[in-house]
């Protein structure tokens, strides 16, 4: 079964740690994304990857940092700069043929709540 | 960059009755606009997407529209049913841009 999975589901950290967000692909996508998810603020881009071992900033990418060494592996790291980090983080893939031709897969995402 | 509006924040319909999602654009570049269906602890999913060189695009109950000279796009929804409740989200980008998306609207629809 291809698709996006998200651990973990639900996370908890105290203020000042850094935490990471795993996001694996199974369906052989060339782009991935992250995206912030805050209540009546929409999706909002962090980071995006075309290809392995390179990536983009996207519009809040502060306070957070990404790797791409693997083409199915994204993983996201809320360190301890960013200021608000509670939040639903949703990770996505598409296909690389142009950015605008390719229709993005989600994860379910992971809530962090920072206590 | 490319800036989306959103419009309603949230909508409430009677089952049966049609909904209509309306979001606005800036960039006149953009030619590609998908709109996606979240529902509760669930990421996103696709429901349907239009190009810029289509007015129109129908699949079953849903329609989007798109009127390039005005910037703006809606999405439509006929005949709505409970299981059409969700958050529904419009987007838009072009050429190599990545999407940028709309703040989204909740929509309940009440049996």
């Known amino acids: 079964d291809g698709g996006i999975t998200q651990s973990p589901k639900y996370l908890f950290r105290k203020e000042g740690q850094n935490v990471t967000l795993s996001c694996e692909q199974n369906?052989?996508?060339?782009?991935m994304y992250w995206y912030r998810q805050d209540p009546g603020q929409g999706l909002r881009l962090i980071y995006y990857?075309?290809?392995?071992?390179?990536?983009q900033k996207g519009d809040i990418a502060e306070g957070y940092s990404v790797s791409r060494e693997k083409k199915e592996s994204f993983p996201l790291t809320v360190t301890s700069a960013q200021k608000n980090p509670t939040a639903f983080y949703l990770c996505?893939?598409?296909?690389?043929?142009?950015?605008?031709?390719?229709?993005?897969?989600f994860g379910e995402g992971s809530r962090l709540t920072v206590l | 960059g490319e800036n989306v509006e959103q419009h309603p924040s949230t909508l409430s319909v009677q089952e049966g009755d049609s909904a209509v999602i309306k979001c606005t654009y800036s960039?006149?570049?953009?030619?590609?606009f998908p709109w996606y269906k979240q529902e509760l602890g669930k990421g996103p999913q696709l429901i349907i997407d239009?190009?810029?060189?289509?007015g129109e695009k129908k699949d079953q109950r849903i329609a989007v529209t798109l009127n390039k000279t005005a910037k703006h796009f809606s999405l439509h929804i006929t005949e709505t049913q409970p299981e059409d409740s969700a958050v529904y989200f419009c987007?838009?980008?072009?050429?190599?841009?990545?999407?940028?998306f709309g703040k989204g609207t909740m929509l309940l629809v009440s049996p």
């Open positions: 996505a893939s598409s296909r690389s043929q142009g950015w605008n031709t390719g229709e993005l897969f």
């Open positions: 369906l052989n996508h060339d782009a």
């Open positions: 990857s075309q290809i392995v071992n390179d990536f």
């Open positions: 960039d006149s570049a953009s030619n590609y």
């Open positions: 239009i190009r810029s060189n289509v």
């Open positions: 987007a838009a980008s072009g050429g190599y841009s990545t999407l940028t």
